[in-house]
């Protein structure tokens, strides 16, 4: 982020949180022309400037989730400005209405809602998303990508959802590319307008504040390859086969396959691999802790449900804050690493979910971590009110 634009962001984002601790407190002077002139820019969203509306949401959670919505593109700085946001409004001078945000958009259970590229499902916490075109071996066409994006946005928007299981339906994963799309639509300009369009399917995903499995039985290939990676953690089948084909068509690796890759097995193994047109089975890939574990083909469902499950029964807010802290630790530094980990633990200990994990650990009791984050505890504010801290 460009160092002479942040403290001007950090300001507004600071007399944000007096306005709302503080409602007789003066804003420092000119920090409403500097939000009016960042949202402007589209450094700051129409959003940001009318955080003192007592209507809004004020927790600590929600600060966080909307300043890194408002300043996603601001890299790691959008995170600290958003944590120290949270922090400076909660505690016992903020008086904030907090109802939390629960936007039912569709009905619990295991019915399976299809749409007709992809088919969304939610099991208990898990929402499960199945990419729905075996006949193309669910190649990454333009209405499989925009049906993605919704059903990423629905898991995302849902505080009913504590982790997402993704997967295929058939034989494959997902092919990558549409051979045919690429016929006609490799132009300058059209593919700068899919590359741009990642922000509304990829990028979510891939910032999906919420444990993502993803299970992979037959071809990974290409962009199919970089979809995989996005997981937390991915399961294979024994049939599973992480291809690039990239250089085959004349292509650079995209879909994230550049940033993912190298972080995971190491720079040598990612160039070795993609240059090389190689193909790793699952039996290497687990070698390489690329994915977390194999199994045959017929069990991996039932492995990667159980393991989405397992995961949302944990504290999954609390591992989702941890997930997007750890997404900056390659291009930070140590000092911000640990000021982002003071910060992020703070947070972390104002959640019911912490209170639950450590009233259950000195009870010597399984935790409910679903239980404590559907029921948060109410905490009385300075002018008697009651008001949820969670």
Known sequence: MNIRIFPIVA????????ALCHPARQAWPGANAARVSLARTGLLSSKTHCLADGRRRSTPWSLVSRHRSSLRHLTGDATLAGLAQALRCHGPAAACSATPRNTKE????????????????????????????????????????EQLGAAVDRAAQDRSVRALYLTGEGPSFCAGG???????????????????????????LMALDKPVVVGVRGHAVGGGMG?????????????????????????IPDIGVMYQLPRLI?????????????????????????????????QLDAAGLQEAARLA?????????AKTLMARSFETTLHDMLAFEGLGQALAMSHP????????????????????AAHPVRQQTPGGQDRPIS
């Open 266 to 298: 190491g720079m040598a193994r990612a160039k070795n691999f993609l240059f090389g047109g190689a193909t790793m089975r699952a039996k290497e890939a687990l070698e390489l802790g690329l994915v977390a574990r194999v199994v045959p083909d017929e």
């Open 353 to 372: 979910e912490f209170r639950e994990g450590l009233a259950a650990a000195i009870a010597g009791r399984p935790a409910d971590f679903v239980g404590a």
């Open 227 to 251: 979809l995989a990676l996005t997981g937390d953690v991915v399961i294979a089948g024994t049939s599973a086969q992480f291809m690039s084909g990239f250089f085959r068509l004349g292509t």
């Open 106 to 145: 569709h009905q619990g259970g295991s019915t399976m809602s299809a749409m007709q590229w992809v088919k969304t499902a939610q099991e208990g916490g898990v929402f499960v998303i199945r990419l729905n075109s075996p006949e193309n071996r669910n190649s990454l066409t333009s209405a499989l990508r």
């Open 178 to 204: 549409d051979f045919r799309m690429l016929q006609t639509h490799s132009d300058p300009w059209p593919v700068h307008r899919r590359f741009r369009d990642l922000i509304r399917w990829f990028t979510p």
């Open 313 to 321: 029964a944990g504290p999954a807010e609390v591992m989702g804050l």
């Open 11 to 18: 300001s507004a984002l600071v007399d944000d949180a007096q």
